[in-house]
């Protein structure tokens, strides 16, 4: 079946540093990839996305493209801020499927 | 648009007690799920309803667990009756599958405390 691995957090970094947060899935088909953040206390929100290979999801500063070769999406960000602590969840969701598959969270946590 | 509407934010209650927990859609979208968040188990799909039919029930943890979607902007989650392990945060989401490359709009989550 789909899956998604998220490197383990948390992930503690200083302000204005540079964010990596690896994924890589494994899927029958050719999903679509998906990031979403999670503040605390609340759902999840949809933060940026890729539909096909070599796509890239971009939104308020963060980017990922889609890997099809190394099945890997990828969460980056050149200058995090404390506001950004959160835990990010990557998913993807198989073409002709209502269903995402999540991957387990990375927790995030910037200090100033 | 108000989003994903969930209620109650918070629940606490004894075991044993029927615990019913409610979520309002956004408006035009035709397919909701449940999920229930736990540090042990991450975030794990309940059920997923399309056009107010329940499609898929597989992740119900037993029967004590119920789900109803009687019209398009309103859904419930019951549990009945409930025990400490069912302790968790309970997500409702939604999204209209319909539009290309849709994403999912969760609500806020509802945090239940079974003592």
């Known amino acids: 079946g789909d899956s998604v691995t998220q490197m383990e957090g948390p992930v503690t970094l200083s302000e204005e540093a540079f964010l990596t947060i690896n994924c890589t899935y494994t899927?029958?088909?050719?999903?679509?990839l998906f990031w979403y953040v999670q503040y605390p206390g609340e759902g999840l929100q949809l933060l940026l996305k890729?539909?096909?290979?070599?796509d890239k999801g971009s939104n308020k500063g963060f980017e990922a493209t889609y890997r099809k070769e190394t099945t890997s999406f990828h969460l980056e960000k050149g200058s995090v801020q404390v506001s950004d602590s959160a835990v990010y969840f990557c998913?993807?969701?198989?073409?002709?499927?209502?269903?995402?598959?999540f991957g387990r969270g990375t927790s995030l946590i910037v200090h100033p | 648009d108000a989003g994903v509407i969930q209620s109650p934010r918070h629940e606490v209650t004894e075991m044993g007690q029927e615990v019913t927990l409610r979520c309002k859609p956004i408006?035009?979208?035709?397919?909701l799920f449940w999920y229930r968040q736990t540090m042990m188990r991450g975030l794990e799909l309940l059920i997923y309803?399309?056009?107010?039919?329940?499609?898929?029930d597989s992740g119900m943890p037993e029967d004590r667990f119920s789900a109803k979607m009687p019209n398009a902007s309103f859904s419930t989650l019951k549990i009945q009756p409930s025990e400490p392990r069912d302790s968790a945060v309970y997500f409702c989401a939604s999204t209209n599958t319909g539009q290309a490359n849709y994403g999912y709009t969760f609500g806020s989550g509802t945090r239940l405390t079974v003592v």
């Open positions: 899927a029958t088909g050719y999903p679509s």
């Open positions: 309803f399309n056009n107010n039919v329940p499609i898929d």
């Open positions: 998913a993807l969701r198989e073409r002709g499927s209502y269903i995402p598959t």
């Open positions: 408006s035009g979208h035709n397919s």
């Open positions: 890729a539909t096909k290979a070599d």
